[in-house]
């Protein structure tokens, strides 16, 4: 095929996926949306606190898991490349799913290597999971 062709296909791709270099990107509340994640995860996203990421320009990060606050570090390489680094939280116990839930998040954000800005929507891909978190912004 024509080296053209791949250029204008890989530039379609890219453009359908808004890097997050928008200033609204950077602190803001995004929070994960219950409908699209299962099981525990869900218990997690639809209690009182709810599963939330905030990201700062400064490269911090920090959110509620469901039941604990937690906060740590993050990069991003090219714009939506992604590393966290060591991520702390406080130690509430909570009951059950939510506990359980608290911890699937956690383990997929420390997993997270990609992201992806779309409007209102921001998408969080781990490692070992095909689909990626989806979060909404508050506004």
């Known amino acids: 095929m024509d080296k053209r062709f791949w250029l204008w296909a ?3 791709m890219l453009a ?3 890097r997050p270099d ?3 990107f950077y602190d803001t509340q995004w929070y994960l949306a219950p409908e699209t994640v299962q099981g525990p995860l869900r218990t997690a996203a639809s209690g009182t606190k709810g599963v939330t990421l905030r990201l ?3 490269g911090k990060l920090s959110g509620s898991s ?3 606050r937690y906060f740590g570090s993050y990069q ?3 714009g939506t490349a992604f590393q966290v680094g060591a991520i702390g939280s406080t130690k509430m116990a909570c009951l059950g799913e939510l506990m359980q839930g608290e ?3 956690l383990d997929r954000l420390s997993k997270a290597n990609w992201l992806e800005q779309e ?3 921001l998408k969080l891909y781990s490692d070992g999971f095909e689909t990626p978190l989806r979060f909404r912004q508050q506004r």
């Open 10 to 12: 890989t530039m379609a």
């Open 16 to 18: 359908g996926c808004q």
């Open 22 to 24: 928008d200033p609204s």
């Open 56 to 58: 700062t320009s400064d």
């Open 66 to 68: 469901g039941c604990n």
């Open 76 to 78: 991003l390489v090219n």
């Open 103 to 105: 911890g699937l998040f």
């Open 119 to 121: 409007g209102d929507t």
